[in-house]
């Protein structure tokens, strides 16, 4: 079962780029990455998912090294609506029998 | 597109009742997931069905909590007896495929006094 690592908290202020690095020693070669976002009182919300290299979308980029032993979300430009707690997620890709496990998460605080 | 549906969004029972949580995937979505958030924590996973059938209920207290999926589309989670420590908030998720990203449903906070 890979175990993610993450910061337990952040701090930026708007504008800025913000980058949370998850780390996941144990991941497996079917294993995938997954970043969430939650709000308080929201379920979590699906940001970005990769295997290797960079994956890019809309909202965020992730970079996973060829190693794959870590991953990081990159958020440009960060806004206040950016405060909220950040879950790095390693899951089985291909059956998904593995339990999908959320670690502690990371908590982004952006300032004015 | 709607999104997963959960109901109710809060409960409040006491110790050794039972109740039971709704949820309605986004249509198409083989796969659910239900996960237990204790407050300050991670979401934890309790169970998984592709279809209906079960993928990964290793968390799952068997003793007191049970879940089905029946026609695999909508599902339910059941909690006899609660205990004080299932007080959290119970999420819904479903995905197209077990490798895709999840989408969460809005949570049932549940409290037992």
């Known amino acids: 079962l890979a175990k993610t690592t993450q910061p337990i908290s952040m701090d930026s202020y708007e504008g800025q780029e913000v980058n949370i690095t998850c780390s996941h020693n144990n991941i497996a070669t079917n294993d995938y990455i997954t970043w969430y976002q939650q709000f308080p009182s929201q379920g979590p919300r699906f940001i970005i998912q990769g295997y290797k290299t960079k994956v890019t979308n809309e909202v965020a980029s992730l970079f996973i090294p060829a190693d794959r032993k870590s991953s990081t979300l990159s958020l440009p430009r960060v806004s206040l609506s950016d405060t909220a707690v950040y879950y790095c997620l390693v899951g089985d890709r291909n059956t998904g029998r593995r339990a999908l496990t959320f670690g502690s998460g990371t908590r982004l605080q952006v300032q004015p | 597109e709607a999104g997963v549906a959960q109901s109710p969004r809060y409960k409040i029972i006491e110790k050794r009742q039972s109740v039971a949580f709704w949820c309605n995937p986004i249509s198409g979505h083989a796969t659910l997931y239900w996960y237990q958030q204790i407050l300050g924590q991670g979401p934890k996973l309790l169970i998984q069905f592709q279809n209906n059938g079960v993928v990964d209920d290793s968390q799952l207290p068997k003793d007191r909590f049970s879940a089905e999926r029946l026609k695999g589309v909508d599902s339910t989670l059941k909690i006899q007896p609660a205990k004080l420590e299932d007080s959290a908030v119970y999420l819904c998720?479903?995905?197209?495929?077990?490798?895709?990203?999840?989408?969460f449903g809005p949570g049932t906070r549940l409290t037992v006094t």
């Open positions: 998720a479903s995905s197209l495929e077990v490798a895709r990203g999840q989408y």
